[in-house]
């Protein structure tokens, strides 16, 4: 399976929230993902770093804050007809400050490790949130058709993430 490179890429930012034998997911909104459980995150701003925005972002959606985060993988995402790969940082956290609130973006909520809600989740997330709850790092490639259906996948278990 080749990854095109063609595409132009846009770099995001997903974090997930870990407490005791939690997770914490955001029902989105509005937008891109919407009615879907998804972690926190979005795009990377002019002068941002990578991290800096999965900061921001988290706090935006969710109202917590963290002080370091741990990338745990890479995945990127085509979806047929659009020219533009989805190159998305996941980074997780078990430490950060204050209480997740609902904003205009997310609905957050707690969901027990052996209860994540993936009917009602991103198609792929079934394939690589395993990995991040048994703590291992991952990279993948999802081709998609609509938001619906995978078309092609690869993904491989990591000792290391790329930077």
């Known amino acids: 399976m080749s990854i095109p490179v063609h ?3 846009k770099v995001l930012t997903l974090v997930l929230i870990r407490h005791q034998q939690q997770v914490l997911l955001g029902m989105k909104k509005r937008g891109f993902g919407a009615g879907r459980w998804n972690g ?3 795009k ?3 002068g ?11 706090e935006e959606e969710s109202c917590l804050r963290v002080d370091s985060l741990q ?10 007809g659009d020219p533009v790969m989805l190159e998305v940082h996941v980074f997780s956290s078990r430490h950060f400050t204050g209480e997740p609130r609902e904003t205009e973006e997310m609905r957050p909520k707690w ?4 209860h994540i809600p993936y009917d009602s989740m991103w198609p792929d997330d079934i394939h690589w949130f395993p990995l991040f709850l048994k703590g291992s790092k991952f990279s993948g490639f999802f081709k998609f058709e609509g938001h619906n259906t995978i078309l092609e996948h690869s993904l491989q278990e990591l000792d290391t993430l790329p930077q």
């Open 7 to 9: 595409l132009s890429r």
């Open 40 to 42: 926190f995150g979005g």
């Open 44 to 46: 990377v701003e002019m």
């Open 48 to 58: 941002e770093t990578i991290e800096q925005a999965a900061k921001r972002e988290l």
């Open 71 to 80: 990338k745990v993988g890479l995945l990127l995402f085509e979806f047929v």
């Open 111 to 114: 969901f027990p490790v052996e």
